[in-house]
Structure formats: C-alpha cells, structure tokens
C-alpha cells in the first residue's frame, strides 16, 4: 500500500506541471472565443468600442486575448516558475499584431496572427536543419535525452506541421468567415496539434539512450 501511495505521488508530480502548462496555454484561446461569441454584447456593453470605430466583435476577442496571454505568462512564472522560449515569443506576436489590429482598425491582422507564429515556427525549425542545428533539443534537450537522428526528425516534423498549420489557418479565415475561423482556431488547432505530439511518443521510444527512461511526450513544443 506505501509503495503505490508513493507510486501515485511520483505520477502526480509528474503530470500536475503538464496539467498546468495545458491550462495555462488553453485558458487564453477559451477567453479569445468567449470574447468573440459575446462581442457584440460586449460593444453594446462599453459604447467606446463603437466610438472609436471598432464594432466587429473580434476587437474586443483580440484585446481580451492579449490580456488573457499577459496572464498566461505571469501565472507560467507564478506557478511554474519559468516562461518557456515559444510561449513567449507567442505573447509578444499576440501583442503585436493585436496593437497592428487596433492602430489599423482592422481585424486582419488578428486572424493573420496564427499565420506568422506558426510560419515563424516551422521557418525557424527548419532553418535550422539546413544548417545542421536541430533546435528542438534547445527547447527540450534537459528534458527529453535523444539520439541526434532522433532530434532531427522531431525538429523536421515539427517544422512541417507548423507549416501546414499557418497555411491552414490562412485558407480558413480567408475562406470560411469569421464565426467558422474563430471555432477553429480555439478548438480544432489544440486539438490536432495535442494529437500531432501524441503521435510522436515512437519517436521518443525508439531514439532514447537505452540506458535512461524517458518521461511521458510534452502536449507540443510551444510549452
């Protein structure tokens, strides 16, 4: 009985940081969705959004989702005691394209967002493959122990899939409207990108060093 309290111990001190890291990344997306769904509410709510020219309902999603990610950063370093390199390259993009969004008003460049993270992603992982450096390990390198093929083809992969993430968004909010866009973006984008890492626990299996156990595969590299 001592030896699996403590084998449950162990196991939730392994998977309370990843639950957090989850819930941390996620919270910001529910916000932005939530202040979408109920934009024009919230217009009717605070009449300066009208004044001032913003009555789309993604203007107050998009200030609501740069709080929202200030947030995320500050409960990472209150909770988790470190801000991983990727979240806060997001934050920064976020906050950018959301000030470009108000300063413009216009809303494209908060749906082009997701584009230029995801392309600044892949463009920057498979960079640096062309120069030999798979940088994936810099992200996970005290975490995770691979063999050198084993971080290249992470590194690969993972550069692809952000690829086709920012192309996908692209012909989404270009083809499909606002409403469809918002709902892919904060629901089918985790949901495909936590199933993508899922997906390369093989990865993690068959080019660990056979004499170090590897733990359970992170929800994405953006953690």
Same mark, same amino acid.
């Given at each position: 009985?001592?030896?699996?309290?403590? @084998?449950?111990?162990?196991?939730?001190?392994?998977?309370?940081?990843?639950?957090?890291?989850?819930?941390?990344?996620?919270?910001?997306?529910?916000?932005?969705?939530?202040?979408?769904?109920?934009?024009?509410?919230?217009?009717?709510?605070?009449?300066?959004?009208?004044?001032?020219?913003?009555?789309?309902?993604?203007?107050?999603?998009?200030?609501?989702?740069?709080? @929202?990610?200030?947030?995320?950063?500050?409960?990472?370093?209150?909770?988790?005691?470190?801000?991983?390199?990727?979240?806060?390259?997001?934050?920064?993009?976020?906050?950018?394209?959301?000030?470009?969004?108000?300063?413009?008003?216009?809303?494209?460049?908060?749906?082009?967002?997701?584009?230029?993270?995801?392309?600044?992603?892949?463009?920057?992982?498979?960079?640096?493959?062309?120069?030999?450096?798979?940088?994936?390990?810099?992200?996970?390198?005290?975490?995770?122990?691979?063999?050198?093929? !084993?971080?290249?083809?992470?590194?690969?992969?993972? !550069?692809?899939?952000?690829?086709?993430?920012?192309?996908?968004?692209?012909?989404?909010?270009?083809?499909?409207?606002?409403?469809?866009? @918002?709902?892919?973006?904060?629901?089918?984008?985790?949901?495909?990108?936590? @199933?993508?890492?899922?997906?390369?626990?093989?990865?993690?299996?068959?080019?660990?060093?056979?004499?170090?156990?590897?733990?359970?595969?992170?929800?994405?590299?953006?953690?």
């Amino acid at each position: 009985m001592a030896n699996d309290k403590a @084998a449950d111990d162990i196991s939730w001190a392994e998977l309370k940081p990843q639950l957090l890291k989850l819930a941390i990344e996620l919270g910001p997306l529910v916000i932005f969705y939530l202040g979408f769904t109920f934009g024009n509410r919230i217009i009717a709510a605070f009449p300066q959004f009208t004044a001032w020219g913003f009555d789309d309902p993604l203007y107050p999603a998009t200030l609501l989702f740069m709080l @929202a990610m200030v947030v995320s950063l500050a409960l990472s370093w209150a909770l988790l005691h470190r801000i991983a390199v990727m979240p806060m390259v997001t934050a920064i993009v976020v906050l950018v394209f959301g000030a470009l969004t108000f300063y413009f008003h216009d809303t494209t460049f908060a749906k082009m967002k997701p584009t230029v993270i995801n392309a600044l992603f892949g463009v920057v992982l498979l960079g640096g493959l062309v120069f030999g450096q798979s940088l994936l390990r810099y992200v996970f390198g005290e975490v995770y122990k691979l063999k050198p093929a !084993g971080w290249t083809i992470l590194t690969l992969r993972w !550069g692809i899939f952000f690829i086709v993430l920012a192309v996908a968004n692209e012909l989404v909010w270009r083809l499909l409207g606002d409403n469809l866009w @918002a709902t892919y973006k904060t629901f089918v984008t985790p949901v495909v990108t936590i @199933a993508f890492a899922a997906l390369q626990l093989p990865v993690l299996t068959k080019y660990a060093p056979t004499d170090e156990p590897q733990p359970t595969p992170p929800i994405d590299p953006t953690a």
